[in-house]
Structure formats: structure tokens, C-alpha cells
């Protein structure tokens, strides 16, 4: 079971949920929350990720809006609770967000090589954490990827994607392998979210694929 500890950061101290492998990590990997917060949905994909070999940080990136002494699950999925969350990123920007991911890729260093997996804004995150950390990264369903398209890769970056995912249209997709042609895209019959264990958009074998994907790629640049 993982627990909290706390990065310090240029622009404030940010609790992490830390999940730690059995026996010699096989890298470090970031987990990039959703929207909703390091909730107990982001702590169960830390705890699968550290059960694989990885040593995991999964950083609350709100603290940096709410402050440490927030609930991290404060936030329902719910039209209100992406409201809020939509308001903490724009809030919160990408230069924090990416200075954080930062932080807690020098945390886990010692781990061996670091990289990250993201989802939904995390998704976008986790793509400017290769473009711009030289961190090898996952991005599930980043629904602001295309404005970032044009940046040169420091590092690899896979994309996972829901062909009925109405936030991120074919075209997007297409974006995708169009500017970054070296980098796998995948789509899966499935809506936005089809990772998450919660709600309605939960496609299981969707999951597992896309999980294996990229247990394959962090073994392949990460170790």
C-alpha cells in the first residue's frame, strides 16, 4: 500500500502518493492525474503500475491552487466536479504542471530511468513531459495534444485514443500521426476515460489492451 509524501517545488511544497515496487525498481514513472485530482482511482493505477516493477509518484497537482491541507478526492465526476477541475488546470498552467512533473522525476531518479503516464489533461501533460523533459511518456486521451504537435520530441511518447471519444475528433487523431509519425497511436472502440475503473465510460478490454501497450513500451525505454 502507497502513502503520501511531499515534493518540494519552485512554486511550493505538493503531496505525491507514492506506490514502491517489491524487491529493485525497474524505473521511475510518474503518474499524471485526470481532472478529478489524485483520487482513489489515480492511487489504484499507481499501486498497479508500482505492482509491475515501476516506482511511482502520483503528485497532486492542485496543491498549488487548493493547498496541501485539500481533500485530493474533493472532486465527483460529475459536470460540477469537471467544472472545478477545469478551473484548477487553467489555474494551475502548463509551466507549473511540467515543473512538478519535474520535481517528481528528480524524486524517483535514483529508481533508474524515469518516465510518465498521463490521462486526459494528464494525457497532454505526460506528451509535453517527452517534448520538453526528454521523459519517455504514455498519453491516454489528451484532449489538448494537437497544439503541441509541432514541438520536436526529446523523448518517445505512445497515444491512446476512443473512436467515440467527442472531445477529441478523427481528425485529431490523425493530427497525431500526421506530425509525429515515429511515435505509436492507437485507437480503441471506446469513449473519453475508457481506463478508468469508475463511471460509465469504463471498457475493460479496451483497458487491458491499452495497459499492455504500455507495460511494453516502459519496459522498452525504461527498463
Known sequence: ??????????????RAWQATPEGKPRGGLVVIQEIFGVNPHVREVAEGFAAAGYAVLAPSF???IDGV??????????????K?????????GVEKALEIVRAAASRLAPAG????V???????IALLSALRLGLPSVSYYGARNVQFLDETPKA???FHFGAQDKSIPPEAIAA???KLPQMPTFVYPADHGFNRSVGHAYDPDSAALALKRTLDFLAEHLG
Do not use: I
Open 176 to 178: 497525431h500521426r500526421q
Open 62 to 64: 492542485f496543491d498549488l
Open 84 to 92: 472545478q477541475g477545469l478551473e484548477r488546470v487553467n489555474a494551475l
Open 113 to 116: 530511468k524515469v518516465g510518465t
Open 156 to 158: 518517445p511518447v505512445m
Open 118 to 124: 498521463g490521462y486526459c489533461w494528464g494525457g497532454s
Open 69 to 82: 491541507d485539500a481533500d485530493p478526492d474533493a472532486l465527483p465526476y460529475d459536470p460540477e466536479g469537471a
Open 1 to 14: 500500500m502507497g502513502e503520501w509524501v511531499t515534493l518540494d517545488t519552485h512554486h511550493g511544497p505538493v
